[in-house]
């Protein structure tokens, strides 16, 4: 999984900063090319009969837009550069996810980094409709991030484990992680189960926890074993009432510095795992979160 070109879309507000000091991060370990990407989005005046002074007013805003935008991409620039980090900037106009995902496609992108959460033309919060569409249609992992941490650090790596084909990719990602940064890397499965079957007798809930423990070994058993050389890596079951909050719970308890996890889950039926647990953690655990998204189709 090389990593040689980052993108960080930024729209200017603090998470998408946060991003910024994890791309930066990320280029300096994998020595890669960082693209600066702004979008700046438009009204679209084309059904209203607009006056004229009114649209030379709009062109006078937009420009002064860009302008701005320009002026802070290309310090920016500078920053990474004078770290000895390739970069580059550019500024797009159009709809924010769309223009992401282009710029991934045309710069042969191999990782993205944004917020969470960020700012749309009028500086208001939105929880996450840009964030949510590129992790939903984008074919390179994601970083996204939220809140910043104080000193940036990756000492332990979460997997969560669904037992489908996709946990393959999201494994292997978090292993080169783990041997780029000399990291500990958590394999966790999280049973879902209401907490009424607590009070169940017989070792119910062994065995279901041996079950998954003797799936995740299965996991493991597969890589090959110069992947996992040097690689300090722990099995984890879990029980709780959704896997999502399961995630978030074992991140918080274990103080784990990022999670990497894929966008794909077979429960089943074959199923789009994004907007369930995968987006549910994206957007609610407290440190950053790389999604990947398998390069296969489910039969």
């Avoid at 310090?75 to 500024?91: N, P, Q, Y």
């Avoid at 992790?135 to 809140?147: G, Y």
């Avoid at 049973?191 to 809930?205: A, D």
Wanted: with cysteine.
């Amino acid at each position: 999984m090389p990593v040689k070109r980052i993108l960080w879309a930024s729209d200017g507000s603090k998470e998408s900063d946060n991003a910024l000091r994890w791309a930066k991060m990320f280029a300096t370990r994998f020595d890669a090319r960082v693209t600066a990407l702004s979008v700046l989005e438009t009204l679209n005046l084309d059904t209203l009969e607009v006056a004229d002074d009114l649209r030379r007013e709009m062109s006078r805003i937009d420009s002064a837009i860009k302008k701005k935008e320009t002026k802070r991409l290309t310090h920016v620039r500078t920053v990474l550069e004078k770290r000895g980090i390739k970069a580059e900037m550019r500024i797009a106009r159009g709809v924010p996810h769309q223009e992401i995902i282009k710029a991934v496609q045309s710069r042969a992108i191999d990782l993205i980094a944004m917020g969470k959460r960020g700012l749309n033309l009028w500086g208001r919060m939105l929880l996450g409709s840009t964030t949510s569409r590129v992790l939903r249609e984008a074919h390179v992992p994601v970083l996204t991030v939220r809140q910043a941490a104080r000193k940036l650090t990756v000492k332990k790596i979460l997997v969560p484990a669904s037992f489908s084909p996709g946990d393959s990719a999201s494994l292997e990602w978090a292993l080169e992680l783990a041997r780029k940064f000399g990291a500990a890397l958590f394999l966790l499965h999280v049973i879902e189960v209401h907490k009424s079957y607590n009070g169940v007798t017989g070792g119910f809930m062994g065995r279901l926890r041996d079950s998954a423990t003797r799936q995740l070994q299965a996991m493991l058993d597969a890589v090959p074993s110069q992947k996992l050389k040097g690689v300090t890596l722990t099995p984890k079951v879990k029980a709780f009432p959704r896997a999502w909050s399961g995630v978030v719970d074992f991140v918080r308890q274990e103080g784990i510095d990022i999670i990497v996890m894929s966008t794909h889950a077979r429960k089943g039926a074959p199923r789009f795992f994004l907007g369930s647990v995968a987006e549910s953690v994206a957007k609610e655990a407290p440190c950053p979160v790389i999604t990947v998204t398998p390069q296969f189709d489910f039969p």
